[in-house]
């Protein structure tokens, strides 16, 4: 038996050995990419699998940077490199210095050929899908008993609301049993419809282990199910064919937990915003039918024959009253206006105008108003204010300063 007094000198040991195998500081694999990712230092780390095993795999930002194409999850590759114990993670991977398509893998191209199928058929139209209950009271759960998920998701449930029954149908949710195991519990809940809604749910795990969701049966029996089903598979990134098929999918069994059951404070305080809508809308309504009663109590339809008959004996009364007014107006402003005329005649009548010193000199009794018509000895009346004079023309004087 080897002694080993420390963790660091059995990792360093295997190392050594790992290192120093002449098979296994240069391999050539082939195999299918999975859970891939490339970091922002430029290095590629990904699972490299097929139907049997999954080794851990690494690309360097120096090998990466020279490759023809960019690798994808289900992509099948054939990978050079060295194996090599990363002693302070306790991990054993290939270190990847080339890598060439090998064609698509073959887990992925049945996916692919599933998924064409199916949604040809079309299982996956948003219009067959079924609406979630506002409320459930009643939810079915299919997963493992085992683990962290049917925790997580009744955790998830109390907390946002208590009142509910939950029923687990336990089943298998990897492997070669998982998709019959979820069609029975499917099959299950459906016959005794007990149930609301119905989740669907694993964790998170690599692209063969969530496998057993992408199944031809599993599918047209989530299909045909009357119960809404919700699926939460896996993690944000893992997509099955389940989850298409599925009435709603969830990025996370927790998440899914969280799609079913709403809060209850967010219940409340729907409920009371609603309220105070209809309390604002009712008002409204009654407002507005007294407003509309109102005009209807007064409208002239509604009258007595004699109520409108005196209303309009005082409308009309008012009529004459504005009409008189009118009237008197006009005649006192013309009786103004022709006061004012008769003065103005009068003030330049003859009469006004000889007592103000002016005379009428007449001859033949006809007035004259210029020397050019009389003659010397021609007999003349100058006619006053107070009288008449007979006078006879004894000289005649021409004004030379006049202008005609």
């Given at each position: ?91 054993l991977q290939l270190i990847c ?77 990897s492997g070669a049993a998982c ?226």
């Amino acid at each position: 038996m080897w002694r080993f007094d420390t963790v660091s000198a059995l990792g360093n040991y295997i190392k050594d050995r790992v290192s120093n195998d002449p098979t296994l500081s240069s391999v050539e694999v082939t195999g299918e990419i999975s859970k891939i990712t490339v970091y922002t230092s430029g290095h590629a780390y990904f699972v490299l699998k097929d139907e049997d095993c999954v080794i851990n795999s690494v690309m360097f930002r120096s090998s990466y940077m020279n490759l023809d194409f960019t690798p994808e999850d289900g992509q099948k590759v054939v990978v050079k490199g060295r194996v090599d114990y990363y002693a302070q993670g306790g991990k054993l991977q290939l270190i990847c210095n080339s890598m060439s398509l090998a064609g698509q893998g073959d887990l992925f191209e049945q996916y692919k050929k599933l998924y064409a199928k199916l949604e040809k058929e079309g299982l996956f139209l948003q219009s067959a899908k079924k609406a979630l209950p506002l409320l459930p009271q009643r939810i079915g759960v299919i997963t493992s008993p085992k683990g962290a998920v049917i925790h997580d998701i009744v955790n998830t449930l109390r907390r946002r609301n208590p009142h509910f029954e939950l029923t687990v149908y336990p089943a298998a949710v990897s492997g070669a049993a998982c998709p019959s195991d979820v069609i029975s519990g499917i099959r299950y809940f459906c016959d005794k419809d007990n149930v609301d809604v119905i989740i669907i749910a694993r964790g998170g795990g690599s692209y063969e282990d969530l496998y057993g969701f992408n199944d031809e049966a599993l599918a047209r029996a989530v299909y045909a199910c009357d119960i809404p089903v919700v699926s939460g598979i896996g993690h944000d990134n893992d997509y099955t064919v389940l989850d298409y098929v599925a009435d709603l999918r969830a990025h996370t069994p927790t998440a899914a937990a969280e799609l079913v059951m709403p809060k209850m404070e967010d219940l409340r305080n729907d409920i009371e915003n609603n309220l105070g809508s209809i309390v604002i809308a009712v008002t409204n309504k009654i407002e507005a039918s007294r407003k509309e009663l109102e005009m209807l109590r007064n409208h002239k339809a509604l009258y007595s024959p004699v109520a409108y008959v005196n209303n309009q004996k005082a409308l009309l009364a008012n009529d004459i009253n504005q009409l008189n007014s009118k009237m008197n107006l006009i005649v006192k402003n013309a009786r103004g206006e022709y006061n004012s005329i008769y003065s103005s005649l009068i003030a330049l009548g003859p009469q006004n105008v000889l007592k103000r010193g002016y005379s009428i000199v007449t001859a033949d009794h006809k007035a004259i108003d210029s020397v050019e018509g009389l003659a010397e000895g021609d007999d003349i009346s100058i006619m006053m204010a107070d009288g008449q004079v007979a006078s006879r023309v004894t000289k005649i004087t021409k004004n030379t300063d006049r202008k005609d």
